[in-house]
């Protein structure tokens, strides 16, 4: 007995030590990545076509720092990135016809790496989980759907109107997540159904808001927090690869003039990097942890759309 429990002690060990050599190596290599990548940028925003339309050396390199930031918070807690970002990107003076394409073609390029590395780390299984991947396939269908709905409405109803009731619906399901942290709530697909169009509409529409409602809405369908953050990931690159298509398609057809790529180097570069790291946040937080700060970053995220529409 003495035996084997000092060979399960040896093994223990042994797996620890290679964890966390595999951790530190994950970590040195992402540090290299961001320097070089850090390098490119400042050298492109000198001779590459950013010289002539962003503002210099260092605006060039806020703008991946931002980007990084607010992926690695979206990344983390399924939220926020372009919610966050669009409005910084704004109040840099740039124009949406600028931001929009950029940021969808990021988060497009970034929710695709987010959910490899969170497959691969253990925070979901995309392959074995049937509740998972009939959420992921719902919310990836759905896309299309709410995409075309947020044209058609759009025309018809005023945004402020929409803006301030989807921020309503939100700040609704945060405070339920925040009043059910003790609760194990049973998986239902049929409120991923409904909650997947409306966030998808909510895409279509104003570019954002996609996150808090669906990862909060699978929290509250039943689904574990470190899975609704990954199916989150996975989801909304599909719809933001539908809206990107959809956004040039109506360019081409409809005219428009050349669109400008200025931003999406720096801002796809900036998101991706933050992935690595931001998997491994979501490992180490526990269920429960998790729970709370989605529920919290849900409620400001919504209270901030709020505070938007009384600005306006």
Known sequence: MTTLTQSNVAVLTRWLAQRLVARRLRIGIWLLAVLAATFGIA??????????????TMGVLAIFGAALVCEFVDSSLGMGYGTTL????LLAGFHPLQIVPAVLMSEFATGLFAAVFHHRDGNVDFVNDTHVRRTTLLLSLLSGVGAILAV??????????????????????GVIILATTHRRIRYRPANIVALGAVAAFNKGLSGGGYGPLVTSGQVLSGLSPKQAVAVTSLAESVTCLIGLLAYTAARTFFGGGEQDWSL?????CGACLSVPMSTLVVRAIPGRVLRI????????LALLAFGKLLLV
């Not at 999406?264 to 796809?268: F, N, S, V």
């Not at 700060?293 to 400001?300: D, I, K, M, P």
């Open 43 to 56: 050298v492109s925003s000198q001779v590459g076509p950013m010289a002539d339309l962003l503002p210099g």
């Open 86 to 89: 669009t409005p910084l990107l």
């Open 152 to 173: 058609c409405v759009a025309l018809s109803l005023p945004k402020t109107l929409l803006t301030g009731i989807i921020s309503g619906i939100v700040l609704a399901m």
């Open 264 to 268: 999406a180097l720096p801002l796809t």
């Open 293 to 300: 700060a989605v529920g919290v970053a849900t409620c400001l």
